[in-house]
T-cell receptor
Framework: KNQVEQSPQSLIILEGKNCTLQ??????????LRWYKQDTGRGPVSLTI?????NTKSNGRYTATLDADTKQSSLHITASQLSDSASYIC?????????????FGRGTQLTVWP | EADIYQTPRYLVIGTGKKITLECSQT?????MYWYQQDPGMELHLIHY???????EKGDLSSESTVSRIRTEHFPLTLESARPSHTSQYLC??????????FGPGTRLTVT
């Protein structure tokens, strides 16, 4: 069964600290993996997209890594800010640019305290 | 920022009422999607469309229906709302290069 599992379920950190969120997947065949940020009551916004051949991608203070062999990805947030408080969702696609089936994780709820 | 819009953003309605959730995008994307999301849970695909006059049901069974008469417009209708329909509904479109854009969502509460 194709699945996407994220950990931790929730995380609280102090402003300025770094954190790493984890995503493990069993989706096969694998096409690409995305990380989204979803603010409360809003739609998800894309942070990074990685294909099979990419093992790291950065977007400002966000850095995603991908190990396609172990089917693991992480999202590292550097120097956290209060505005980073949100749910971070890992999404895996099983097909190419025609947008195959998407498998969503339940997200990690990050809270940044001042 | 993607140009995809949803209205209303919040809706509280009584059981048995008919409702239509609006979704529109100005990017000319052929592929559009409706997802349902409960708090703390993953998004579930309920409908999708690959172009005008094309609609398909998604993975999660839903009593809602959709239509796609124009490329930019993909409304979702519930003929008779029930409390079990209370959820957040997210519309999305796909423009290629793996990028899927989401609207801000409609938070529906059926009393």
């Amino acid at each position: 069964k194709n699945q996407v599992e994220q950990s931790p379920q929730s995380l609280i950190i102090l402003e300025g600290k770094n954190c790493t969120l984890q995503c493990n997947y069993t989706v096969s065949p694998f096409s690409n993996l995305r990380w989204y940020k979803q603010d409360t009551g809003r739609g998800p916004v894309s942070l990074t997209i990685m294909t099979f051949s990419e093992n790291t991608k950065s977007n400002g203070r966000y850095t995603a890594t991908l190990d396609a062999d172990t089917k693991q990805s992480s999202l590292h947030i550097t120097a956290s800010q209060l505005s980073d408080s949100a749910s971070y969702i890992c999404v895996v696609s099983d097909r190419g640019s025609t947008l195959g089936r998407l498998y969503f994780g339940r997200g990690t709820q990050l809270t940044v305290w001042p | 920022e993607a140009d995809i819009y949803q209205t209303p953003r919040y809706l509280v309605i009584g059981t048995g009422k008919k409702i239509t959730l609006e979704c529109s995008q100005t990017m000319g994307h052929d592929k559009m999607y409706w997802y349902q999301q409960d708090p703390g849970m993953e998004l579930h695909l309920i409908h999708y469309s690959y172009g005008v006059n094309s609609t398909e049901k998604g993975d999660l069974s839903s009593e809602s229906t959709v239509s796609r008469i124009r490329t930019e417009h993909f409304p979702l209708t519930l003929e008779s709302a029930r409390p079990s329909h209370t959820s957040q509904y997210l519309c999305a479109s796909f423009g290629g290069s793996y990028e899927q854009y989401f609207g801000p969502g409609t938070r529906l509460t059926v009393t």
